[in-house]
């Protein structure tokens, strides 16, 4: 196999040193997992067969299937950078969840992961706006097919959807990156949409880092809600926090026949309508928090007509003061009662949850910027038109961020399945797609051996993964 190097001994115990060999060694086992998962689900074959290629055929190397499974690959692993990819070209693991190619070919000296500039011009390509709409839509057929093969074919008849705004830190100055007075950092200011009763992130749309939390609202909450109910769940509710009502906003849903729910912002016509509301009845007070709902109407000038609003008033042990806040729904009272609004409003903190673990575990990377070649073995090269839209490659990338996470997700929903417990997609990946392993191969046979403590996780993961009946809509 070859020679066997030395590194170093360790001072602590003198019969312990560590070497390097060249075996087929990895600690990325855990994509093999995601390449099942993206094989069963067919998500890889549904991009490929959509998405616009421009490549000469003739001069490819690498086929788009095959790119696109090294993305997700690495992202779902936890590679966020592109010069990842150069790092692990060669990683045997990566290489077999990668391949078009069967058998022990995959290992072959000249079959490795794609460079870090083939998949920086696959994030090029995949910037123009059909493909990114393809993404997009991607992201929704994976959750949809997640939902139905849990559900044995069916869709879910109510769906509640979130949406909110993301904050994105960027470090340079990234086109459409903006100093944010509100978070105090230059960053991207993205929507996104999650299931609140699933924790899928189904849709996002990158915006500039100043945008208002509401801008573009409108639009891209009715072509949600419009894929999701063709995908997802028979009724879709929105839910929004107080950055979003406003008339067109509200309209645009009403015309729709969406129902939501929101928090209002207060002003002085709201305040003046809580002022006779803001007393305690007689009597000492508990020792336990108490509160108190009042049904109103209210119309904003700008608005065209009066809408439910729900007053929630709070009293808290040990506080002078009450607090109070406003919420404002399209469902009557009848078929949802103010304190089941309430209830139904405060599980949004799900969604802030979700795009939590988005953060804290894939952590995107949006730093694509234009940066054109000028000068080759120190001779100037003419000026070549740059645009580069550079927005479109964040927003693209965000995308595939978003795909991977579908994709991880899959699996935990799985793993919780199998174990009765509940798994952080953290967790998921330390204890299941970080594993090590050693890659052997005999005759036409590739053995992957990994260890003890996550073979035991494997082995209850892998008889639900098999049984996942996978169904088009």
């Known amino acids: 196999m070859g ?65 696109l499974r090294s993305t997700l690959g690495l992202l779902g692993q936890g590679w966020r950078d592109q010069d990842d990819a150069d ?4 990683d045997a693991a990566m290489r077999l969840a990668t391949s078009d190619r069967c058998g022990t070919a995959p290992l072959d000296d000249n079959n490795h992961l794609a460079s870090q500039p083939t998949m920086s011009r696959l994030i090029a390509a995949l910037s123009s706006p059909g493909n990114r709409r393809t993404l997009r839509e991607a992201v929704m057929v994976l959750a949809g097919r997640r939902f139905r093969a849990f559900r044995g074919g069916h869709r879910q008849r109510y769906l509640t959807l979130d949406i ?69 769940c028979q009724v879709a509710l929105v839910r929004i926090d107080a950055g979003f009502p406003a008339e067109e906003l509200l309209c645009g849903l009403e015309r729709n026949g969406t129902p939501y729910i929101a928090r209002l912002r207060n002003n002085k016509a709201l305040a003046r309508m809580a002022g006779p509301h803001l ?46 806040f406003w919420l404002i729904t399209s469902i009557v009272a009848e078929t949802v009662p103010a304190a089941e609004l309430l209830e139904r409003y405060r599980e949004r903190g799900s969604a802030e949850a979700h795009m939590g673990e988005l953060m804290d575990v894939l952590d995107p990377a949006l730093s694509s910027a234009p940066r054109s070649k000028s000068h080759y073995r120190e001779n100037r090269l003419p000026q070549r038109d740059s645009s580069i839209d550079a927005l479109a490659h964040n927003e693209t990338i965000l995308l595939l961020n978003i795909l991977a996470y579908e994709l991880v997700h899959t699996g935990r929903c799985l793993m919780e399945k199998a ?55």
């Open 164 to 232: 909110d705004s993301l904050p994105i830190e960027v470090h340079g100055n990234q086109p459409g990156s903006a100093w944010n007075g509100h978070y105090h950092r230059r960053m991207y200011h993205p929507l996104i949409a999650s299931a609140a009763e699933t924790g899928d992130l189904i849709d996002a749309r990158l915006r500039a880092g100043n945008a208002h939390t509401a801008e573009g609202g409108l639009e891209f909450i009715l072509d949600v809600v419009g894929r999701a109910e063709e995908e997802l």
């Open 87 to 90: 790092a692990l070209r060669h």
């Open 279 to 324: 007393k305690r009845p007689p009597g000492r007070p508990p020792q336990e928090p108490r509160m108190w709902f009042h049904e109103m109407s209210y119309q904003a000038g700008p608005w065209s007509k009066q809408r439910r609003v729900v007053l929630v008033v709070q009293e808290k042990p040990g506080e002078l003061l009450l607090n109070y």
């Open 419 to 473: 174990t009765g417990d509940g798994w952080s997609l953290r967790r998921f990946r330390e204890r299941v797609l970080r594993a090590a392993g050693r890659i052997i191969v005999s005759g036409r046979r590739v053995t992957m051996v990994i260890g003890e403590a996550f073979a035991r996780t494997w082995r209850r993961l892998v008889p639900h993964l098999e049984r996942l009946a996978w169904t088009e809509p």
């Open 3 to 67: 020679e066997t190097l030395a590194l170093f001994k360790t001072s602590f115990n003198k019969s312990l040193s560590i070497v390097t060999r060249p075996d087929r060694l990895t600690g990325e086992a855990g994509a093999i997992v995601l390449r099942e998962l993206m094989e069963r689900s067919g998500v890889i074959g549904w991009l490929d067969e959509r998405l616009h290629d421009s490549r000469n055929p003739d001069l490819i190397t690498y086929p788009l299937a095959t790119l």
